[in-house]
């Protein structure tokens, strides 16, 4: 008989749990990382679309429920789950996440599974995943309530799957409501948002072909190229191939609109920083046909594929420069009518989007990128001309990376705010509200600092 999730394979384990066990191992060993979604993965290419949509759904998460799993599932386990073997313990994570999430799966066919999985390489070791396992089917939603009771960081962990340091850092700069909104909202599948490239294409006709291709799209209020979008994976689409669309979430747009809007019309020089993999750049290409774009990235590899990425969106006019902003860069100084900084961080805005991070970033990382992102800011704000405009994003919503990087810049007494909370209405930062602070689920499921400087002196031309 067919299981609710597709047709079962040869060995009795369903495709879909086959493909997300082998995924985990990937993922486990180091082999890929889980960007927004697990369907890129190898392991899942050969999969029908049904089983491939539910094949991703288990791989993202049971990464992202790993806190809550592991917490449930090691209340029934002599040693910590972290001591177990690592095959063991992905067909336990993998299995427990649907016996504690889905609905819809059967408990028998979850649990029969990781079984026949672990038989495979760990045969001696089957018993005792059938053993938790059906501990997990009966008690383990209950467990999970009690253990993620209350207000402490420890409770906050199980519940929602987050490392505690993760939590008290969010708590303490954002607040308890506030903090518990993100990191709600981090814990749900994230939408999935394109930019149309007006560059190649008329939001009308994009929309179209976009779906003859199966997609369904609608617009997002605000922001007039973007669309979100359900439906296939977008890089193999005709649409992606012909650079007709992006994927680039809403804080992106935004920020690229920001740093477009500090530029007058007509000629300008904009200097484009840390630019891979050239989401805003490109955007940039198009909302400012009369500039002279610079973009520059530290990385060889990562400035070929925003060579490249630009090509494909009709931009091959910008120009790329692989180099260290932090190095001496004379010919730039003062050179730029507007420059984005758009630095390395930590990602915490973009916890629904990509599920490992919570677990690959360490707390000291936060501090060591603000010391980064300052040295980058004071390299950025060199480059700008008397009158022209600082850009400064990231992707996170840490104090540590976003006023805290900023308002030394402005105490130099050489800048001025230009007040975005006006222009964009909601996002105003509720402790600085010239600059943007997007907080997820309100704007979107990314989160981004936002904040456009101008520097003293000169004309101050008018912006967009």
Known sequence: MSSPEGREAPSGVSPARAAAFAALRRLRTGGSRLDDSAAGLPELAALSPADRRLANELVTGTVRRRGSIDAVVGAYTRAPLASTDPEVRDALRLA????????????????????????????????????????????????????????????????????????????????????????????????????????????????AGLTEEGFTVRGVDGLPDALLYDGPPL?????????????????????????????AAGPATVLDLCAAPGAKTGQLAALLPNAALLACDVDERRAEGLRANLVRLGAAAVDVVCGDALD???????????????????????????PDLRWRRRPDDVRRLARLQR???????????????LTYAVCTVTRAETLDVVEPLLATGGWEVEDLGAIWPGFGHPQAGGFLLLLPPHAGSSGFFIARLRRRGGAGPTTR
């Open 375 to 389: 040295r980058l800011l004071q390299r950025a704000a060199a480059a700008v001309k008397p009158g022209g405009t």
């Open 235 to 263: 890089q193999p689409s005709a649409a992606f191939r012909r650079g007709l669309v992006s994927a680039q979430s809403r804080g992106s747009q935004i920020a690229g609109l920001v740093a477009a809007g500090g530029v």
């Open 96 to 207: 427990a996440f649907q016996l504690l999430f889905l609905d819809r799966v059967p408990a028998y066919a979850a649990v029969d599974d990781a079984v026949t999985l672990t038989a495979r390489t760990r045969k001696k070791a089957a018993g005792f995943v059938n053993a938790v396992l059906r501990r997990v089917a009966t008690e383990g939603r209950a467990t999970l309530e009690d253990l993620g009771a209350g207000d402490s960081a420890r409770a906050w962990s199980v519940a929602l799957s987050y490392p505690v340091w993760m939590i008290d850092l969010l708590r303490h700069d954002l607040g308890d409501q506030v903090a518990r909104r993100v990191l709600e909202a981090g814990d749900v599948a994230p939408e999935r948002c394109l930019r149309v490239n007006r560059l190649r294409g008329e939001m009308a006709t994009v929309v």
């Open 328 to 354: 001496p860069h004379p010919e730039w100084d003062a050179a730029f009518d507007a420059v984005l900084l758009d630095a390395p961080c930590s990602g915490l805005g973009t916890l629904a989007s990509r």
